[in-house]
């Protein structure tokens, strides 16, 4: 899972951070100042996400200091929002500006469109208690046990996964899942799928629920 160690000076909104980023599966390290944050860096980290105005100092004069150790991403957040401001953080060498307020699914789009970009493989593995999920080389581990998933309840999982928290309506996966030679799943089928999927991964699967957790995914099912 990527690792990233996010700087703000603004204690609630540091540890508001923190808790979204962990319940996402990321690792989180934390700061609240510049000189916090080089005692952080000696570590491996996929991104940080840094507050322009710190304490101790500009995060854009220090960002081009930290550029000749590291190219690790950096997103700036910051409540600086005039189009001079941001063009200054991108010069200084930010790989992305986001501004105070801020919506939190936007936020983490962000942050994942930021670590695909640079190349970050952890950024395509989702973990969660003890449940793995790589993307890339399609592949389910809970435990010490790789589950064995057909083409389609991949797509249903990998779904899952990427709506975390959302309602997904029996409309929005029939429009989305396909089988191997892209026919129409119907209905029916697939509801035996979510079925099969449930019973790989769920400890009580028979349990009716209209939101339903799986090892921390927290998917939602709406019935209709």
Same mark, same amino acid.
């Given at each position: 899972?990527? /690792?990233?160690? =996010?700087?703000?000076?603004? #204690?609630?909104?540091?540890?508001?951070?923190? %808790?979204?980023?962990? /319940?996402?599966?990321?690792?989180?390290?934390?700061?609240?100042?510049?000189?916090?944050?080089?005692?952080? +860096?000696?570590? !491996?980290?996929?991104?940080?996400?840094?507050? !322009?105005?710190?304490?101790?100092?500009?995060?854009?004069?220090?960002?081009?200091?930290?550029?000749?150790? @590291?190219?690790?991403?950096?997103?700036?957040?910051?409540?600086?929002?005039?189009?001079?401001?941001?063009?200054?953080?991108?010069?200084?060498?930010?790989?992305?500006?986001?501004?105070?307020?801020? @919506?939190?699914?936007?936020?983490?789009?962000?942050?994942?469109? !930021?670590?695909?970009?640079?190349?970050?493989?952890?950024?395509?593995?989702?973990?969660?208690?003890?449940?793995?999920?790589?993307?890339?080389?399609?592949?389910?581990?809970?435990? #010490?046990?790789?589950?064995? +998933?057909?083409?389609?309840?991949?797509?249903?999982?990998?779904?899952? +996964?990427?709506?975390?928290?959302? =309602?997904?309506?029996?409309?929005?996966?029939?429009?989305?899942?396909?089988?191997?030679?892209?026919?129409?799943?119907?209905?029916?089928?697939?509801?035996?799928?979510?079925?099969?999927?449930?019973?790989?991964?769920?400890?009580?699967?028979?349990?009716?629920? /209209?939101?339903?957790?799986? %090892?921390?995914?927290?998917?939602?099912?709406?019935?209709?």
């Amino acid at each position: 899972m990527a /690792r990233i160690l =996010v700087v703000e000076d603004d #204690e609630i909104l540091r540890n508001g951070i923190a %808790f979204a980023l962990t /319940r996402e599966g990321y690792q989180v390290k934390t700061a609240g100042s510049l000189s916090g944050m080089r005692g952080q +860096l000696e570590g !491996v980290l996929d991104l940080v996400i840094l507050d !322009v105005s710190l304490p101790d100092g500009d995060s854009r004069d220090f960002l081009p200091c930290l550029r000749k150790e @590291s190219q690790v991403p950096v997103i700036f957040l910051t409540a600086r929002n005039t189009e001079k401001d941001m063009i200054a953080g991108f010069d200084a060498g930010a790989d992305d500006y986001i501004t105070k307020p801020f @919506s939190v699914p936007l936020f983490l789009r962000r942050i994942q469109a !930021v670590l695909n970009r640079s190349g970050n493989r952890d950024g395509q593995v989702y973990c969660n208690g003890s449940l793995r999920y790589d993307f890339a080389g399609k592949e389910l581990v809970i435990g #010490e046990t790789r589950v064995a +998933l057909t083409p389609t309840e991949l797509r249903l999982l990998e779904l899952f +996964l990427n709506n975390r928290r959302q =309602v997904l309506t029996r409309e929005m996966l029939l429009a989305r899942v396909w089988d191997d030679k892209e026919n129409y799943v119907e209905e029916k089928a697939l509801a035996v799928n979510i079925r099969r999927l449930r019973e790989k991964i769920e400890e009580d699967p028979g349990k009716p629920c /209209r939101i339903k957790t799986v %090892f921390g995914i927290g998917y939602k099912w709406e019935e209709q």
